[in-house]
């Protein structure tokens, strides 16, 4: 049963381009989480999504960044026109409900803004 | 403001105890988390207490509670080579992971 996969692993992008983040959940899992993590700081959530629903964005900057669960296909994080302040740890969770059960990381997807 | 904080660094010689410590300020947390990083891989659950415990034991780990000053602490016995990693500790009132709140992170060294 493989883990939550998130690809790529490494991001170059340049100033103004757009990145895009994937996030296959664990088998069975419905639910998906995404989190930032900038240096020397701890986890901050972004996104809760459900398949094909947004549940909470509470996290999510207002502009440039956009996240979607499809029916079929991993979740992506859209970050479009990049900067160098978007440079940052992704770090992607799956559960199979939101309440009582552990949530399960990805490897995350290291993001370099040159 | 929820905060979570944690020393961001921590080194200790193999077969010591490792104790890394944890504060957080909302008084209304229900669950709190460790959980360890290591290179290159995600995070992974290794404990978690709920706020009307204040210890909970599983093999060399011991997590303590103190509530009155919202301080945490994991205690790991007989570190080894392979516990070096980073640890975080998370806050939350509900199980939901929307509303856990992650410190920072405190690397964890073993020298051998």
Redesign the interface.
């Known amino acids: 049963n493989a883990?939550?996969m998130?690809n790529p692993r490494h991001l170059v992008r340049r100033r103004g381009q757009e990145a895009r983040l994937r996030c296959s959940p664990m088998k069975g899992h419905s639910?998906v989480?995404w989190?930032r993590q900038l240096p020397?700081?701890?986890?901050?959530?972004m996104v809760?999504l459900q398949k094909e629903n947004i549940?909470?964005e509470?996290?999510m900057p207002k502009e440039r960044f956009s996240a979607e669960f499809p029916k079929e296909g991993p979740s992506i994080l859209r970050i479009q026109q990049v900067v160098r302040g978007d440079s940052a740890a992704y770090?992607c969770?799956s559960?199979d409900q939101?309440?009582?059960?552990?949530?399960?990381?990805?490897?995350?997807t290291r993001l370099t803004v040159v | 403001g929820e905060d979570?904080e944690q020393s961001?660094f921590l080194s200790v010689r193999e077969g010591d105890s490792s104790v890394i410590n944890c504060t957080y300020t909302d008084s209304s947390s229900t669950y709190l988390y460790w959980?360890k990083q290591e290179p290159?891989?995600?995070?992974?659950?290794l404990t978690y207490i709920f706020s009307n415990m204040d210890m909970k034991q599983d093999q060399r780990l011991t997590v303590l509670l103190n509530k009155k000053d919202k301080h945490l602490s994991l205690r790991i016995a007989d570190t080894q080579t392979g516990d070096s990693a980073i640890y975080?500790c998370?806050e939350s009132m509900?199980?939901?992971?929307?509303?856990?709140?992650?410190?920072?992170?405190t690397s964890l060294s073993v020298i051998p």
């Open positions: 883990g939550v998130q639910h989480y989190y020397e700081e701890g986890l901050k959530f809760y549940i909470d509470s996290g770090f969770a559960s939101d309440l009582n059960t552990e949530a399960f990381f990805g490897q995350g | 979570v961001l959980y290159g891989a995600g995070l992974q659950l975080f998370a509900s199980t939901s992971y929307d509303k856990v709140i992650f410190g920072p992170g």
